[in-house]
């Protein structure tokens, strides 16, 4: 995982006030959104909405995101602040990946 990418995961936990960590290969980890704490297993519940369609959509709903999928780009709304992401060759990637980067400009607001 790059620095950049690694900066928009702790910018959109941020966002949703959800405490992450990461273990020593790098991936991250929260007892936030939805886990159960009683049963929580860190290595069971990896975090990573720019790899995992769960988190993105978790995310996304937690924010009450809209998007649209309707052209060439993504587009992520939460509230007044909007952003476009290429779709590419894979919708799913860039899809994921508007959720995250909206959910760190929250983030970093905070």
């Given amino acids: 995982m790059n620095t950049e990418d690694r900066e928009l995961l702790e910018l959109a936990a941020k966002a949703v006030d959800v405490e992450v960590w990461t273990d020593i290969d790098g ?3 929260s007892q936030g959104l939805g886990i159960d704490e009683v049963t929580w297993n860190p290595l069971a519940d990896e975090w990573n909405p720019l790899a995992h369609d769960g988190d993105a959509l978790r995310l996304a709903v937690k924010l009450g ?6 052209g060439s780009v993504i587009c992520a ?7 476009r992401e290429p779709i590419g060759d894979d919708p799913g990637a860039a899809t994921r990946r508007a959720i995250v980067r909206a959910a760190a400009a929250l983030g970093a607001g905070k």
């Fill in 65 to 70: 995101m809209e998007l649209d999928l309707s």
């Fill in 27 to 29: 991936d991250y980890y």
């Fill in 77 to 83: 709304n939460v509230g007044d602040f909007g952003l």
